[in-house]
């Protein structure tokens, strides 16, 4: 059975910094491209990062030069280094892994900038 599981989130000032995990199981995730989303309140879910199995990445306008997708390969991990975290920021955070026909999607982890 496919799990993702994230961690890292929480409250934070804004200016401040997280880094979230998505730690996988039952799946090996180096053959592929992995995505973190987020959701905030009254609002659809959009893209933030994706990360390819060769490690090639895309960012959201709204994200670039401060957020930095990874993987670890070996931990079978993806991780979101959030930086300059800004009030907007505030959502849940899911961690995504697409095979064909199939998507998984993680629980999700808050993320809150507030002061």
């Known amino acids: 059975q496919v799990q993702l599981v994230e961690s890292g989130g929480g409250l934070v000032q804004p200016g401040g910094s997280l880094r979230l995990s998505c730690a996988a199981s039952?799946?090996?995730?180096?053959?592929?491209?992995m995505g973190w989303y987020r959701q905030a309140p009254g609002q659809q879910r959009e893209l933030v990062a994706t990360?390819?199995?060769?490690?090639?990445?895309n960012y959201a306008d709204s994200v670039k030069g401060r957020f930095t997708i990874s993987r670890d390969n070996a931990k079978n991990t993806v991780y979101l280094q959030m930086n300059s975290l800004e009030p907007e920021d505030t959502a849940v955070y899911y961690c995504?892994?697409?095979?064909?026909?199939?998507?998984?999607w993680g629980q999700g982890t808050q993320v809150t900038v507030s002061s």
């Open positions: 990360i390819t199995a060769g490690s090639s990445t």
């Open positions: 995504k892994l697409a095979r064909i026909l199939v998507t998984y």
């Open positions: 039952g799946i090996i995730i180096s053959a592929y491209a």
